[in-house]
Structures are given as C-alpha cells and as structure tokens.
C-alpha cells in the first residue's frame, strides 16, 4: 500500500545548525559592507561555508535512504533475508525522477528563485545609492600664488576656495609653513585646519598679523595670505583640543595629528592637492617624519586596533 505520507515526511533532512551559520555569515556580510571589507569577507566566507554545508545536507537528505517517521521504530525483519542471488528483485529499479524528491526540488528552487529576485531589488539600489561615492572621486588642485609671498620659517593662514565653482561653501583655510629647500626642492609644510577630533576649525595658538593681509589672485580665484606666529601650535576651541607647530596631537580629545595636504610646484607657484590623515610627525620642518594614512574622517584612530572599527570611506 501507498504510503500516505508521501516524500514529504520520508525524505525531510535531519536539523541541522549550517542555515544559522549560513544567516550568520550573512548578517557579518551586510555589517561588514558598512563597517570594513575584512568584516565583509570573513562574513562571505562564513556564508559560503555554511551554505555549502547546508546545501550538501539537503541534497544528501534527498538521495539518502527513507528515514522512519518521529517516534516510528525500525522495522523489524519479518522473515529470514533471502540470498542477494535467489528469487526476485526487491523493488524496481528507481526511476531517475524518485532519486531527486520533489520537496528538495522546491526547496532549492525556492531559495535560488529568492535569491534571484533578491538581487536584482536590492543591487541596483545599493549600487546607485553607494557608488557614485566611490567613482569620479578627485581634488582639486588649488593654486596658492607665488612661493616667493611664504617667507621661510613663517606660518601663514591661507584662506581660498577649493572649487570656486561650488562657491562659499568650499571656501577652505590651510596653515602654511615654507620650509626653505630639501634636496634642491622646497619643502611646505601644509596643515589643514580640521581639528581631528570632530572638526572644528583649528585655530593659531599665537598672533595673526591681519594688518599684513595680502590677496593674491590666482586660477583658483582670489587667495588671502596672512602671517601668524603659533608659537603655542594650533588649538581648538570646541573642546580644548591641542597641537604642535608639526600639527601632533598634545592634549585633548583629538585622537591623531591634524590632516596635511599634499602639494607640488608649478611654475613657481605653491599648489596644493588633496588632504590626508597623519598620525604623528617626527621632527620638524624640511626633516620631519610624516606618519601618513588615507584621509579619514575627524575623531577616527588610523594607526591602532580601533581602526577596524570604523567604516568603510568613499574618497573625498
Ligand atoms: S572638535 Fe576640536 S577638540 Fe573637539
């Protein structure tokens, strides 16, 4: 007789823990894709390894012999077994189709179906939402004027627009410091005034000669030049951060160094470039020693364990 129960109940895989592994590696995966991208691949590769796992139960579940239902004892053996070499075969050969239950079929089915929608709901959106962050990303290069208007050994507030297109809103100040020449080439040293620890704008611990204000006019618009004695370094006056002349962190909240630019000279102007993060300086001036990372975001550690903690940053 027909069992009433059908595939369903012969051929349903044991429990197992490989889909909590597999929801696991998951869920590290979509954390990781905001958090950092060795997050992200410990969690793709938790995902492939449970989902595998997974995926291989089921499919041995289906081609596995049937399995008594909950609480059904094995079935005893009626009579003495009969010689493999004697009397008729047992049962038919299996048709291909018996090999490959139903339910695991639609099972797997339904889950590769999922998968397929999933995606494309989901990448298109992430895509046009995360991308443009990353791609066509570039500084500007902005042209300071003349190295000959930054005495040697003197700071001087530069204050000028970083894309004069975008109007006020760029307008930028930088702290420069003419170093005089290093190995043929003048050396600048170029802080930028973002405080490290949640961005406020840094301010010279020493006077500002605004009465020696000069403007100079360049291809990025009109730049302010302004000398300025630091002689206590740069503080912040949001929370008491503090710096060095070098831009190192003394006191305060700020966990790293300030942000510096990089620069070039172009005929015989100082053009500065994109910023990056610094976690310390040693020495100074044309010798210093500059710990340099990507660009970061204010208050984030670039050099320690806590670095990992902190998201994944489009270029900016
Ligand atoms: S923002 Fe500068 S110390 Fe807090």
Redesign the pocket.
């Known amino acids: 007789m027909e069992d009433p129960r059908g595939d369903e109940q012969r051929h349903q895989p044991p429990p197992s823990l490989w889909p909590v592994g597999f929801a696991v590696g998951i869920v590290c995966l979509l954390v990781g894709l905001i958090v950092s991208w060795p997050a992200a691949a410990v969690g793709a590769a938790i995902a492939v390894v449970f989902g595998f796992l997974w995926a291989r139960d089921v499919v041995a579940a289906g081609r596995g012999p049937a399995l008594p239902g909950p609480g059904e004892p094995e079935a005893a053996p009626t009579a003495p077994a009969i010689p493999a070499h004697k009397g008729e075969a047992a049962m038919p050969e299996p048709e291909p189709a018996e090999r490959f239950p139903r339910s695991v079929f639609l099972e797997m089915s339904t889950l590769g179906l999922g998968g397929i929608i999933g995606g494309i709901v989901t990448v298109p959106a992430i895509g046009f939402a995360v991308l443009p962050a990353f791609l066509k990303q570039h500084s500007p290069e902005i042209d300071l004027g003349p190295i000959t208007d930054f005495p040697e050994g003197q700071y001087v507030v530069a204050t000028f627009l970083r894309n004069p297109s975008e109007g006020e809103i760029s307008r930028r100040t930088a702290y420069i410091r003419n170093n005089g020449m290093r190995s043929g080439t003048p050396s600048f040293t170029c802080i930028s005034n973002r405080?490290?620890?949640?961005?406020?704008p840094?301010q010279p611990g020493g006077p500002v000669f605004d009465s020696k204000k000069q403007t100079v006019k360049t291809k990025n618009g009109e730049v302010d030049l302004i000398p300025a004695l630091p002689a206590a370094g740069f503080i912040?006056?949001?929370?008491?951060?503090?710096y060095d002349q070098e831009g190192n962190r003394t006191a305060?909240?700020?966990v790293r160094a300030l942000d510096r630019y990089q620069f070039l000279i172009r005929d015989g102007h100082l053009v500065l470039l994109g910023t990056y993060s610094v976690s310390s300086v040693s020495g100074s001036g044309a010798q210093a020693k500059i710990h340099r990372y990507q660009l970061t975001g204010?208050?984030q550690h670039i050099d320690a364990p806590e670095s990992w903690l902190y998201p994944v940053q489009p270029p900016h």
Request: aromatic content about 0%; proline content about 21%; some cysteine.
């Open positions: 405080c490290a620890h949640l961005g406020c840094v912040c006056p949001c929370h008491g951060g503090a305060g909240p700020p204010p208050g």
